[in-house]
């Protein structure tokens, strides 16, 4: 027997002892990701066949009726939640972009060292501590629950996602860009904002999109600031309803019609955190499928 036909024989005794293992393993890695959507799964057909129902056009038009009386919606909650969520990413957006650019230009700095400390414990504190923090620089010394005090409580959850991924991004930028524009004479800052930050923008708004998501469904901090409304307010400095709270108030009453707009809003809360989510992963395939160009 010829020295290379000892290879072959072997080769073709062990290949379907592979071919078991590899589908053995392939099918445990489809069971195993099965099992991890299936949570989710449940998830959405629960709350969709339990808030569909109720649903409806008054649902977005009108306000909470009292108790008895069939009908109603969630107007105020809705568009309490829109003010909360603006104000918090009007103070998060500029310091978490801004913040990740300082990280990921300056990342050897003694400074950005401890700010990414900073962020990666404030990433990890409990949001009802924000909100326990945001009720005593805010709520206490205005003498109010407000929407304004919900928003920082919000910011401060959304600060550190934007800090890491944006730092995250624009790490991911070629490093002879910033070479170009340096050798050019234009200075760092205006390299970072003018050549590096929108090479990363699409990135930058995936991380942008997922932190508004990540906060709009957060009700522990809100119960410590802007607490809740049943009439319809826009004014920052008043306590303003939202969708979080609105939900945690008529699921545990123990009337029928508030479990059913509970469960309604529920679904509006998922809905729209389910969108961003696409719009996050849309983003994300865009900047990749330019990459692979």
Known sequence: MSAEAVPSRLATRIHPRRR????????????????????????????????FRAVNLEFFTHLPRPVGEP??????????????????????????ILGGVYLAEYQNHRVGHWVRFAADVLSGIPSIVLGVVAYSLLVVPMRRFSALAGGVALALI????????????????PGSLREASLALGVPRWRTALSAVLPVARAGIVTGALLACARVAGETAPLLFTALNNQYLNLQPDQPTASMPVQIFTYAIAPYEDWQRMAWAGALVLVTLIGLLSILARVATRDRLAGKSH
């Open 20 to 51: 078991f293992i590899n589908t053995l393993m392939l099918a445990l890695c489809w069971a195993a990701a099965a099992l991890a959507l299936l949570p989710l799964v449940l998830v959405l057909f629960h709350v969709a066949s339990s808030g």
């Open 71 to 96: 009908g109603g919606g969630m107007q105020q909650a809705i568009l309490g939640s829109l003010l909360i969520v603006g104000i918090a990413s009007a103070i998060g957006l500029p310091v978490g």
């Open 158 to 173: 959304m600060i550190p996602i934007l800090l890491r991924t944006t730092e995250e991004m624009i790490r991911l930028v």
